[in-house]
């Protein structure tokens, strides 16, 4: 018998009464990290938090005329929500957070260029000379479905399929207080758009009560973020959180009926790449029971390994493995 | 009116009566470098090539338990079919191939682990110290649309659907000669899953007659080649090629109907991303007229990214834009 | 007139009495963070520090057949001595550090290799598979300006000239809080050799009282730090500490009579490198007056960059000028 | 009895009578590849080669108000003398070259930015958008042993003092044929301050009679090479070479009666490093006997790792062991 259920989302299973907490933050109960902040609220396994998230410049760019660097106070990006403290949550277990509902909380998303953050144009670390880019601001109408904007000279448009996700979700790292524009083994601004309603990510716990916050709502993005930001907007958020004792999470992962999925981050990109695909290899072992060199075998022929974004302090990567490919028992197969 | 046709394949339309070459190479036909090869052929634009090419291990790997690095002869990875003679073809021009069709030639493919040869495992340059992994093989029934094989102890089984394209596919670099192993501006050892029946391969041409050739058939292959090889096989190849005078491509360029893809290599990984990305910023902008600041932030919203290989000698990643998302006119936007 | 002090060392010349702190911390007040700790001491610019560190082993290794993953408490790297709250430092403001004395305050050394941490060797980011190197420590013996050791096998010997420095000298980042492995713009376990004595170092300050701290004595190591540790030994502490108001520094510059020097951490390392280059262009412009691309130039023919390490989270690439190479006005040249 | 000779320089000991070949190229001898080229003199192993090499820009620019992208024919960067032909010389064999003198051939060197090329701007391959840096030359007066120049707005000068070498120093790579401005396996490129009068180059050869050639001279250039150029000028050349049997080179190696020394080439720097740094602990086992990690012991605390350039297609990293240093024997060490 194979075994289809990689690491279940416990939630509605073991949680005879789901119970809900309903919390809009106020903006001065937004946070700028992960770790180092106290909870605003403690929630058993099991809780449904029904919710909202500033977008990502804090809410500071109201009209397109305004430069967010003018107008967000230095160290508010990616405010986020929380953190939670989850009941019973201890380093070396795992929170699931499995995510119900993500809806635009505002008729409009935003998107700039930062001058000194992206992917085409230097930045603190690719410290080339010369000029940078100019801050530049897009706002986009979100409307069925769909994100639309114009040119900066207002003669072109054009328009994207929203697909909102949660730029941020993560735990406290430990030792550490990290800034919300990072992302690493505790999750954080992972950017990642697999971070969506329907789906189940897995961190590991590093403090007691794991302490998860979440933001930067994104409306749609693509591959890369390579201007630095996403279509970014406030959320409303529907997401349950639930504790897996006993079981370590090194790198977060990410689950649904259809996928496994891994996420790395790291520079130079490939190593980003190279903790996703190694995850990978170590979760369909778990899974499967293939040998260290049949997996890496497998993951080679069967992984999707779109760049999420070349942005931020750390890149990351996403390896995606269809479920219905995984390994089976060769008798197993035969009787199919 | 907005323009469609980005870079048009003109085969079809200009060439009245298509001349067809039908050519299976010797064994010793066979090339293994892009560049420094005298052609097999000359052809006029508008030849389809009815063709066949051996697999990467120049067909010396029969049996499973055969290993790679025992059979192939030093440098004869990724045996080459051709080079073809382009005539008129000038540096400055471009060559269009378009792909007709591809099929497995053999109802097996055949995977492998080179030691220092991978993404997830030490190299010549990631040059760590200690044991490598061990040299694998694994061989790959083709049948029915899928590829499947065996763990190396037998007991588990896993399947691929068939994706057919050419992991090689280029012309003379121009000054230098390089290996079969390796992607360039030049095309080359790309291992593009987007190299496939149906696309439209655009390759600059730097010395007369482009020196066109193709090789390395995949049978299908994860994101990333992580291990090293794609399933590697025989493929019997249909292909148009025609010649674009008087107009220059820097780096790779792919098209069908839906969309406009862009080949960049490099290292580190962020780089061969940073060149794809920058070349579908150019190529927006070619197309829709938008600045550069805003073509920058399109691309951001509207790109899909795909990491295509991490262990040639440049990592090569794809950049995807879907021709029905591109800026077009406010005006003709409102009426539309 | 050429101006040959860049940064004035102003101790000496502005506070007409010397403040003495002598200090030697209790295991229990050592520090494992940059940032989000009370300091022990609050001190005014001026005020020398005659005092202690502790090694990288936290102290837990006293003997060659411990193993340092089985006796340091997780977490316990790289303790700190401090932090000290420099009275009058506010964001905006550097701290100067010069460093009067360091000296080994053992008769031994220590070095390891931990796996998972190394250059030559696979890490949680340069992720790999197969198996790692395996753990193992050298003591050395520190005499007569030399320190000694054996192979594993005591079969061979050899020995390295002292050359002791601070591994780490930082202050608090910020907004976050970082592990004492990390070096960056606010210093940190720069690793730097040049970090010694008879030499002044310069760190931008971003929180009220700047949170001065030191710790991981370097007895020698060689550049790249490339098994993960110097000879490591706890360390006799002699700096004085002083202020300059409304000067910024964004990256950590070191100087004495002979060298002007920058850090730069990153990854990958050329990124690193970038950093201090453009750091030493812009530091050569304040100084000389030259254009920037005379500045590129001038450092392009006269600079030393070795590689500092290529281990820690972020690689340090360390860039030096000699200051009798500086421009100067070419009539003052003449006149020579 | 401690080994001190690690490879020896055989020309003196072996060859009763120095057979000397004087030769200056004429300007279309000059060649612009490694590999790809007929040899213009077969030497016997034990030649001293008598001769003159032109600069990196072709000899095409004569006055500093030329541009060089404007003056030299494309693919005609860092002309090459040469190959020669050693006799005998055989794959799995390695050449030694002693470089006996080199002297700058002209009373000026020339430094120039050439758009596109350098480590803190756009290039090809880190593709950034915006505008690049102007194209710059600088003139350097070459007397007393120092080259001087001007700022380019005629206010300020600075002074190098001079450090010939030879940027370009390679054999055949084998299969590829490659540019010369690649440094690799083959040496090349390598713009490495080392392969200077008195020292010991060993390339292993890959084709027979190696091919041989030399160019690129440099009259100073800072670690590094940020700008793309030294101070570049034509070079007087006398070098011997010979031919050790039977033994294979991986990776340039250098060496003089104090230090033995690696390079290594590849991006990211990191990896260039790593090629370099393992390369040594090779060669430092051959030479001591130690073990793999007593060997990564010792270099890791014995090693100097300047950046060497961060510009051509693969970066250099060089590493040096100062022989004194090498482990010996602890009975010898105690009698010492």
Known sequence: ?????????????????????????????????????????????????????????????????????????????????????????????????????????????ISSFFPGFGALNRTDRTAVLGSDLPEKVWFYDVANGMARTRSLDGRLTWEIPLAPFLGCLGVSPGLEVRSTVVPDFFGGNMDCPEVRAGNT?????????????????????GDGEIIGTAIEGAMNVDLTVDLIKGRKTEWPRIENAEWMMTVGAARPLEDAARVAFREMVLWVRE?????????YEFVSQAARAPIVQMVDPEYTVMVKIEKRRLPRLVSAATVR
């Not at 403090?207 to 993005?221: I, T």
């Not at 499967?288 to 997996?295: C, K, N, P, T, V």
Request: charged content about 20%; hydrophobic content about 35%.
């Open 287 to 295: 899974t499967s029971g293939l040998s260290e060199m049949d997996a």
């Open 1 to 109: 018998m194979r075994k289809l259920i990689l690491l279940a989302f416990l939630a509605g299973a073991v949680h005879a009464e789901e119970k809900v907490l309903r919390y809009v933050p106020k903006h001065e109960e937004l946070k700028y990290t992960f770790g180092g902040a106290a909870p605003t609220h403690h929630v058993p396994p099991g809780t449904r938090i029904v919710s909202w998230t500033e977008d990502c410049y804090d809410g500071a760019v109201t009209k397109p005329d305004q430069l967010p660097t003018k107008v967000i106070p230095p160290g508010h990006d990616n405010p986020q929500t929380g953190p939670f403290y989850i009941e019973g949550a201890e380093p070396g277990d795992t929170v699931a957070i499995h995510i119900n509902k993500l809806e635009p909380a505002r008729d409009h998303g």
């Open 201 to 221: 990510v897995y961190l590991g716990v590093n403090v007691p009560g794991a302490l998860l916050s979440f933001g930067d709502g994104h409306y749609a993005m």
